[in-house]
């Protein structure tokens, strides 16, 4: 059986490890694989001592053997990063050889800094997921600056991981062709951000239920937002595109914010757009529940800021939306999934959001929730890259 090392630089109830990381360890591969996996818990997900005794031993029967460090930030970053760096390296080494792991598997850019310099200490191959420009992402969300320590180290470590990986795996043909031009040679797969489409699905009782509770009648329109708000999110862009479809007809339309934003702030958005109370529906959701309240909307929206580096990301979001039969709203540029939206006529681009027709918007509810989740399923079901993911984990 091979053991596989994963270094993961999230905490293990983080959504992005719950949605990137941990579905691909426990898919049915044709032959048993063995994962050693080290999360970086944060105080905002902090487990109790009982809680992580719990998801070890299950995780224990999918062949995950878990381990746990802490993640250090606040003040003096740099030096608690490189802390982190430190003693999560040492900590990871130990763990290889340990275990007689046979290969080393990180999650995203920042993880694949320190998964490079396993590999290389470790004499193991070394396979990246989320390979993306996420130093860009950063900048451009105006998170980093460009003469920032953050952005110049990850820039400049970019083409030196690529050069010396096994296997990276990144979301877009996009960013594959890009580097390909900048002279990578490693084996380069395209594998977008995939769901359990037996969790993502529509639920007509669901929709029925909600509605109800919600007083909202079956003629309505319900536009979905699923996600963040703020940073690479829109934020007022979002309650202006709200405000422009009330305008146009307050009575027909309703809003699902299904999101972390706190309510106060959401109220307070509401009252700086003179925005009906009643209309926006806010809620953040557990992942069980998603799909009931997607079944019970008509539209999805995607959120993501059109800022170039987006190009190459893959909004788990989308395949959600697409999953629970849902035509989606999303801006030019954003992922390849634009074009799958345009070429298959199941949603509306924009290139500005003031632009949106509502005309466009109405047409969408004539599109058949079925037709939408089988593109869905072709282009996110996680079961259609198990081969793939056996293949990058075995060879």
């Known amino acids: 059986m091979p053991t596989i090392f994963v270094f993961a630089y999230y905490s293990y109830k ?13 898919l049915n591969y044709s032959e048993p694989i063995k994962f050693i996996l080290l999360t970086w818990e944060q105080q905002a997900f ?6 992580q005794n719990k998801i070890r031993a299950s995780l224990k029967e999918q062949n995950i053997e878990w381990y746990t460090t802490n993640w250090h930030s606040g003040r003096f970053k740099l030096v608690k990063k490189i802390y982190d760096f430190i003693a999560g390296l040492f900590m990871s080494l130990r763990l290889i050889r340990k275990h007689k792991c046979k290969k080393i598997y990180s999650e995203g850019f920042p993880g694949a800094i320190i998964g490079h310099y396993l ?38 470590m970019e083409v030196p991981i690529a050069k010396n990986t096994q296997h990276i795996i990144t979301a877009t043909k996009a960013y594959k062709d890009i580097l390909i031009k900048k002279g990578i040679k490693s084996p380069i797969h395209v594998i977008p951000s995939c769901i359990d489409t037996n969790q993502y699905y529509f639920d007509q009782e669901s929709r029925n239920q909600i509605r109800s509770e919600l007083k909202i ?3 309505k329109i319900v536009i979905a937002y ?21 305008e146009y007809d307050s009575d027909k339309f309703h809003f699902f914010l299904l999101t972390n934003y706190s309510n106060n702030l959401i109220e307070n958005k509401l009252d700086k757009f003179n925005l009906p109370h009643n209309k926006i ?3 953040y959701l ?23 580096s987006r190009r190459y990301s893959s909004p788990i979001k989308n395949g959600e939306y697409w999953a629970c039969g849902l035509p989606v709203i999303i801006p030019e540029g954003i992922s390849d999934d634009y074009i799958i939206i345009d070429k298959e006529n199941i949603g509306v681009v924009f290139n500005k959001i003031e632009e949106i027709s509502i005309r466009e918007i109405e047409e969408l509810l004539r599109l058949p929730r079925t037709k939408i989740r089988k593109i869905g399923l072709r282009e996110r079901a996680i079961s259609g890259y198990i081969s793939k993911w056996e293949m990058i984990f075995t060879s």
């Not at 902090?46 to 809680?51: G, Q, S, V």
């Not at 996600?227 to 422009?244: Q, R, T, V």
């Open 14 to 26: 983080d959504p992005v490890f719950q949605s990137a990381v941990l579905p691909y360890l426990q």
């Open 46 to 51: 902090k487990l109790n001592k009982a809680e």
């Open 119 to 156: 590999s290389k200490l470790s004499r193991k191959p070394h396979a990246i997921h989320t390979f993306e420009p996420h130093a860009d992402y950063m900048l451009e969300s105006q998170v980093w600056e460009k003469s920032s320590w953050e952005y110049q180290f990850l820039k400049k």
């Open 217 to 219: 009648e079956n003629d």
């Open 226 to 246: 699923l996600g963040k708000i703020g940073g690479m999110y829109m934020e007022d862009e979002l309650f202006s595109f709200l405000k422009k479809c009330l």
């Open 281 to 283: 529906h806010s809620k």
């Open 286 to 308: 557990k992942k069980e529940d998603v799909n009931k309240y997607l079944s019970a909307a008509d539209i999805g929206f995607c959120g993501i800021r059109a800022i170039p």
